[in-house]
């Protein structure tokens, strides 16, 4: 990204991330953000969510995300942000601490999404991890892990830029991404197989023709299907 003021804004690149979701030629996709990019990566997950919008195939463009990875993300802004650059960047502006930008995707993102598994809510359930460097100086451990839980971020050594810059495969973080990067895939895959089965059953019990409207509905076994039928969908 550019420094000056042509640079896109954030929000209209967020939307550009959220339209390669929904049009990219694949089936789930993990988003993995180093600083700017993770707030990026949370404000396109945001997008997708609110649009509501479908691929291809039927399904909501937000069910391919199976996980977001923050790598030094200024998820509070970064209190580093030099005074001279807010004057010729509105990136500089945007990631400056609780900027209007930072607070909007902060918020949006905690209403909308859970991430653990967001049983019996209306939240989208994504798993969410972090990476945060020893030595950065201009994102703080507080702004890298704001609301994760303990076992969701971990402390690797090394600078904002360096860290991310992986030596060889034994790297902590490098072993940390892989390892949560399986986890996200291994689970969407657990999830789509169930989601099928439950499609299957729906089909072989009403008819294909009434399942989406069952699972729009939020039917998810077939012992709730009468009770669904009764009440009109």
Known sequence: RRLSEKSTDLSTHAKEIADFVRHGSFDMVALVGHSMGGLLAKAAICELID?????????????RV???????????????????????SRD??????????????????????SIGEASGTAKQCIPTFAL????????????????????????????????VKARSPSDDAYQFLIDKLHFCVQRARQRAARAASIRDRLA?????????????????????????LQSGL
């Not at 649009?51 to 069910?63: E, F, K």
């Not at 199976?66 to 010729?88: D, E, K, N, Y």
């Not at 500089?92 to 999404?113: K, P, Q």
């Not at 945060?132 to 904002?160: E, K």
């Open 51 to 63: 649009s509501q919008t479908a691929v291809a195939d039927g399904t909501l463009a937000m069910d």
């Open 66 to 88: 199976c996980g977001l990875i923050l790598c030094a993300t200024p998820q509070a802004g970064s209190l580093r942000v030099p005074a001279f650059g807010r004057r010729i």
């Open 92 to 113: 500089a502006r945007a990631l400056r601490a609780h900027s209007t930008f930072v607070a909007d995707v902060t918020e949006r993102f905690v209403n909308r999404v």
């Open 132 to 163: 945060v460097a020893t030595h950065d100086v201009w994102v703080d451990r507080f702004s890298s892990q704001l609301g994760l839980p303990r076992d969701n971020w971990r402390t690797v050594r090394g600078t904002h830029q360096s860290f």
């Open 204 to 228: 072989a019990e009403v008819g294909p023709t009434l399942v989406p409207l069952l699972i729009q509905a939020g039917v998810n076994d077939v012992a709730s299907v009468s009770v669904t």
